[in-house]
């Protein structure tokens, strides 16, 4: 029986990639890049090939892999695993680059700043401090080749090949017989007589101020080089002079050194540093002291660098929220972090946390993610959007907090594109109907109107002709004037939608209405719109061929593809509206919400734009009271535009409420008064009062056909309205029979052709009911004892008092 004995590289579970090497350390180790061969995951492996004749070199590099092995710390180079056989040594650790080549890379890229340089010297004098004061161990080989950078861009000491301990139990150092590495080597190695007034850590200091020449300067030439500091920055020459002192007794322990560094205005005094300090102790911290840093964190990332922020703050971000309960602090510098990972990355890394945090319960954290939706929607698949998404969304229509409502419907704006037919159609269209009919708050009223007019293109062709007509109509009537602004805009953006025959029957006659509206905003707007679909309707007539054209896309699909375009429409939404809200909403106080500015881009080809605009002067955009409109009247002008009105900017409404006064916190429940109007109500008999006034839908009924007169029916006209007529005639409408109603009951939660209004009818009707029965019975009452009264005591004599 044969046996073959086995290649121990063969089954090492790394592998080199086959490159050439990189350029590591003077000395026999050679660096190359690797992989662990089950996942593929990058490492670094130090490779040492066994010569004959060699020993000495043997014995130095086997010493240095049991180093490396034992030694743990977060600034001396990982190590991972390790190969020795006879004829090689193999060390594995994490994936590294030499500081050489990392400086060279990024100078070519406009190099380092100097927090960098200040947090990686950082790294390398706390090494130096950890084998020094805590296990009495010398480096003796600090330079440029011993030196690492990860892939987070941190510092890390190797090179352990020449260390020996301090306390000499193991003999002096080692021979290195590198001339590259003996001109780092201190002034006093020379002088004997120098040996005993020297620190444990002089040697070492010494080197560290060569590594420091060599970062800011390049390549050390000779010692007598590192009298000059070169680029050294001012606030570190002090502390580097201390480092090359001819006399090694006043050279400072690494611990010194970093404290006097760190010393305001020091410099490893930064923001950068301060960061990172406490990144590595932030398990140790106390929450508030966790939730303040990542409050200020967004702040400073723009400032640091990208490897950095991807591969040390995110890790950090993700654990928070998954075991350190941070909550919705961490949402802001995560979405910020994430702008920096590919979509691959973002798909693995960032989309499971946001899924998770939908499903969350804390108002500030839903708050948040709707504010911040724009910076991660385009990752968001559309079954994770219907699935997981828009089931916890919809939840927010029905938040007792107004801020929620509001940030719900903008959201809504970015998440259309992506909703299936049922979510959009039905889900959405019954929240909207009930926010626009229901809500306490006139800007969520007027942020829904808008909002409908910004997705009616990914609507069915049904719902459009079912919802928007109706919509839009209902707005027109709202009591607070920017709702109707938002109404007739809602009736121009989408003019394309509609049939000829709705554009003269149902829209026009509603627009005319508000010709006469006591805002002047409205009347202006509903002028311009008026005349945008008068000339659509004279030039139809003119040439009826063009009926086809005009009316192309009423009854055309929804297009999905013209989902792009809602990112760029966000602007309206997003900014403007909070400061507004807070107002109404100043007896509930809840988080302060960052504002987001999204980038206006080109509305895609698929967005239907207004007819153009008469040269009419208008203000586009603004609130604006009918006095401040008298001064700016005649200087601006705008066309007439959907995107051109900036419906973000209701900031403008406050100086309009301001100067009506009506904005006043009232009750626990914090709800404002509505905006004042010349017949001014509380709020809901506002909403009584024109909802109350009938289906608005049934005056814009399609016309039926005519019904000839029954047998016998006079005309009017032989009627003698005016003259004397003898009595025995009957009523002349006595014959006409009252038809039964056919019209189907209102759905409260819909948009039908005659139930938008009627979403709580029966129950007015029956409160209205109860209300005259109760104040029937208390006015019989009232009478009862003011006759009991008067019969108990009896008739009062002229001229007597009353006395009780």
């Given at each position: 029986m044969?046996?073959f004995?086995?290649?121990?590289?063969?089954?090492?579970?790394?592998?080199?990639?086959?490159?050439?090497?990189?350029?590591?350390?003077?000395?026999?180790?050679?660096?190359?890049?690797?992989?662990?061969?089950?996942?593929?995951?990058?490492?670094?492996?130090?490779?040492?090939?066994?010569?004959?004749?060699?020993?000495?070199?043997?014995?130095?590099?086997?010493?240095?892999?049991?180093?490396?092995?034992?030694?743990?710390?977060?600034?001396?180079?990982?190590?991972?695993?390790?190969?020795?056989t006879?004829?090689?040594?193999?060390?594995?650790?994490?994936?590294?680059?030499?500081?050489?080549?990392?400086?060279?890379a990024?100078?070519?890229a406009?190099?380092?700043?100097?927090?960098e340089?200040?947090?990686?010297?950082?790294?390398?004098v706390?090494?130096?401090?950890?084998?020094?004061?805590?296990?009495n161990l010398?480096?003796?080989?600090?330079c440029?080749?011993?030196?690492?950078?990860?892939?987070?861009?941190?510092?890390k000491?190797?090179?352990?090949?020449y260390?020996?301990?301090?306390?000499?139990?193991?003999?002096?150092?080692?021979?290195?017989g590198?001339?590259?590495?003996?001109?780092?080597?201190?002034?006093?190695?020379?002088?004997?007589?120098?040996r005993?007034?020297?620190?444990?850590?002089?040697?070492?200091?010494?080197?560290?101020?060569?590594l420091?020449?060599?970062?800011?300067?390049?390549?050390?030439?000779?010692?007598?080089?590192?009298?000059?500091?070169?680029?050294?920055p001012?606030?570190?020459?002090?502390?580097?002079?201390?480092?090359?002192?001819?006399?090694?007794?006043?050279?400072?322990?690494?611990?010194?050194?970093?404290?006097?560094?760190?010393?305001?205005?020091?410099?490893?005094?930064?923001?950068f540093?301060e960061?990172?300090?406490?990144?590595?102790?932030?398990?140790?911290?106390?929450?508030?002291?966790?939730?303040?840093?990542?409050?200020?964190?967004?702040?400073?990332?723009?400032?640091?660098p990208e490897?950095?922020?991807?591969?040390?703050?995110?890790p950090?971000?993700?654990?928070?929220?998954?075991?350190?309960?941070?909550?919705?602090v961490?949402?802001?510098?995560?979405?910020?972090?994430?702008?920096?990972?590919?979509?691959?990355?973002?798909?693995?890394?960032?989309?499971?946390?946001?899924?998770?945090?939908?499903?969350?319960?804390?108002?500030?954290?839903?708050?948040?993610?709707?504010?911040?939706?724009?910076?991660?929607?385009?990752?968001?698949?559309?079954?994770?959007?219907n699935?997981?998404?828009?089931?916890?969304?919809?939840?927010?229509?029905?938040?007792?907090n107004?801020?929620?409502?509001?940030q719900?419907?903008?959201?809504?704006?970015?998440?259309?594109?992506?909703?299936?037919?049922?979510n959009?159609?039905?889900?959405?269209?019954?929240h909207f109907?009930?926010?626009?009919?229901?809500?306490?708050?006139?800007?969520?009223?007027?942020?829904?109107?808008?909002?409908?007019?910004?997705?009616?293109?990914?609507?069915?062709?049904?719902?459009?002709?079912?919802?928007?007509?109706s919509?839009?109509?209902?707005a027109?009537?709202d009591?607070?004037?920017?709702?109707?602004?938002?109404?007739?805009?809602?009736?121009?953006a989408?003019?394309?939608?509609?049939?000829?025959?709705?554009?003269a029957?149902?829209?026009?006659?509603?627009?005319c209405g508000?010709t006469?509206?006591?805002?002047?905003?409205?009347?202006?707007?509903?002028?311009?719109t008026?005349?945008?679909?008068?000339?659509?309707?004279?030039?139809?007539?003119?040439?009826?061929?063009?009926?086809?054209e005009?009316?192309?896309?009423?009854?055309?699909?929804?297009?999905?593809?013209?989902?792009?375009?809602?990112?760029?429409?966000?602007?309206?939404?997003?900014?403007?509206?909070?400061s507004?809200?807070?107002k109404?909403?100043?007896?509930h106080?809840?988080?302060?919400?960052?504002?987001?500015?999204?980038?206006?881009?080109?509305?895609?080809?698929?967005n239907?734009?207004?007819?153009p605009?008469?040269?009419?002067p208008?203000?586009?955009?603004?609130?604006?009271?009918?006095?401040?409109?008298?001064?700016?009247?005649?200087?601006?002008?705008t066309?007439?535009?959907?995107?051109d009105?900036?419906?973000?900017?209701?900031?403008?409404?406050?100086?309009?409420?301001?100067?009506q006064?009506?904005?006043?916190?009232?009750?626990?429940?914090?709800?404002?008064?509505?905006?004042?109007?010349?017949?001014?109500?509380?709020?809901?008999?506002?909403?009584?009062?024109?909802?109350?006034?009938?289906?608005?839908?049934?005056?814009?009924?399609?016309?039926?056909?005519?019904?000839?007169?029954?047998?016998?029916?006079?005309?009017?006209?032989?009627?003698?309205?005016?003259?004397?007529?003898?009595?025995?005639?009957?009523?002349?409408?006595?014959?006409?029979?009252?038809?039964?109603?056919?019209?189907?009951?209102?759905?409260?939660?819909?948009?039908?052709?005659?139930?938008?209004?009627?979403?709580e009818?029966?129950?007015?009707?029956?409160?209205?009911?109860?209300?005259?029965k109760?104040?029937?019975?208390?006015r019989?009452?009232?009478?009862?004892?003011?006759?009991?009264?008067?019969?108990?005591?009896?008739?009062?004599?002229?001229?007597?008092?009353?006395?009780?």
């Open positions: 044969w046996f004995a086995r290649d121990p590289v063969r089954d090492f579970p790394f592998e080199l990639i086959p490159e050439p090497p990189e350029s590591g350390p003077p000395g026999p180790w050679a660096l190359h890049r690797g992989r662990k061969k089950a996942t593929g995951n990058a490492v670094s492996i130090f490779v040492y090939d066994v010569k004959p004749g060699a020993e000495e070199q043997t014995q130095v590099a086997k010493a240095a892999f049991k180093r490396l092995k034992t030694l743990r710390h977060p600034n001396i180079l990982a190590y991972i695993d390790g190969l020795e006879e004829k090689c040594l193999h060390i594995v650790t994490e994936a590294v680059t030499p500081l050489g080549t990392y400086l060279k990024r100078a070519e406009g190099g380092l700043k100097e927090q340089l200040s947090w990686g010297l950082h790294q390398i706390k090494a130096l401090s950890f084998l020094v004061n805590d296990c010398i480096h003796n080989n600090v440029m080749a011993a030196v690492f950078v990860d892939r987070a861009g941190e510092w000491l190797g090179g352990l090949d260390m020996y301990s301090a306390q000499g139990n193991g003999g002096g150092p080692p021979s290195k590198i001339p590259e590495l003996e001109q780092y080597d201190p002034p006093e190695l020379a002088d004997n007589s120098s005993a007034v020297k620190e444990k850590w002089s040697a070492d200091m010494w080197r560290l101020g060569c420091i020449w060599e970062v800011f300067n390049g390549s050390l030439p000779r010692a007598a080089a590192l009298r000059n500091p070169g680029k050294i001012k606030s570190l020459v002090t502390h580097y002079c201390e480092l090359v002192g001819a006399n090694p007794k006043v050279r400072p322990n690494p611990a010194r050194f970093l404290q006097n560094c760190r010393a305001p205005g020091g410099f490893m005094s930064n923001r540093v960061t990172n300090l406490f990144l590595e102790e932030i398990q140790i911290k106390e929450p508030a002291e966790k939730q303040k840093f990542f409050q200020e964190l967004s702040k400073s990332l723009d400032s640091f490897d950095f922020c991807r591969h040390k703050v995110l950090q971000l993700l654990t928070a929220f998954e075991f350190g309960n941070a909550g919705a961490v949402l802001t510098p995560l979405f910020k972090v994430g702008k920096f990972l590919s979509a691959e990355e973002y798909q693995q890394k960032i989309i499971p946390v946001v899924v998770k945090m939908f499903s969350s319960t804390d108002r500030a954290m839903r708050i948040r993610l709707l504010q911040q939706m724009e910076q991660f929607i385009q990752y968001l698949d559309e079954p994770t959007v699935t997981q998404i828009f089931p916890h969304v919809v939840h927010g229509f029905l938040d007792t107004p801020a929620i409502r509001e719900t419907v903008k959201s809504m704006l970015l998440l259309a594109p992506k909703l299936n037919e049922t959009l159609n039905v889900e959405l269209m019954k109907a009930r926010l626009q009919a229901k809500d306490d708050q006139g800007p969520i009223r007027c942020n829904t109107t808008v909002c409908l007019g910004k997705i009616g293109s990914y609507l069915s062709a049904s719902t459009r002709h079912r919802v928007l007509t919509a839009f109509s209902r027109t009537k009591p607070f004037a920017p709702s109707r602004v938002a109404g007739v805009l809602g009736f121009a989408t003019h394309n939608l509609y049939s000829m025959d709705d554009c029957h149902k829209i026009l006659p509603v627009l508000l006469v509206d006591p805002e002047k905003s409205v009347r202006d707007q509903a002028f311009k008026i005349r945008s679909f008068l000339s659509k309707l004279e030039s139809v007539s003119e040439d009826p061929t063009q009926l086809a005009v009316e192309k896309d009423v009854h055309a699909a929804s297009s999905p593809g013209a989902g792009g375009a809602a990112a760029s429409w966000a602007g309206w939404a997003v900014t403007g509206v909070s507004l809200t807070s109404l909403i100043r007896a106080p809840t988080p302060t919400t960052s504002e987001t500015t999204v980038p206006q881009r080109p509305v895609p080809e698929g239907p734009a207004p007819a605009a008469p040269d009419t208008t203000t586009s955009g603004h609130w604006e009271t009918q006095e401040a409109d008298k001064d700016t009247a005649e200087d601006s002008a066309a007439d535009r959907w995107d009105e900036d419906w973000g900017s209701l900031e403008e409404a406050e100086s309009v409420l301001a100067q006064g009506d904005w006043s916190v009232k009750g626990p429940g914090g709800r404002a008064a509505q905006v004042s109007h010349p017949d001014h109500k509380p709020l809901e008999s506002d909403w009584n009062s024109w909802e109350a006034e009938g289906s608005w839908d049934q005056g814009w009924q399609e016309p039926s056909s005519v019904e000839p007169p029954p047998e016998g029916t006079r005309l009017a006209s032989e009627y003698n309205w005016g003259g004397a007529e003898s009595s025995d005639k009957g009523d002349p409408f006595a014959a006409l029979s009252v038809r039964p109603s056919t019209q189907p009951r209102p759905d409260p939660d819909s948009w039908g052709e005659d139930n938008w209004e009627g979403l009818a029966e129950s007015r009707q029956v409160k209205a009911e109860l209300a005259r109760k104040r029937e019975e208390r019989k009452e009232m009478e009862a004892k003011r006759a009991e009264k008067k019969a108990t005591k009896g008739p009062m004599k002229l001229g007597a008092r009353k006395l009780d």
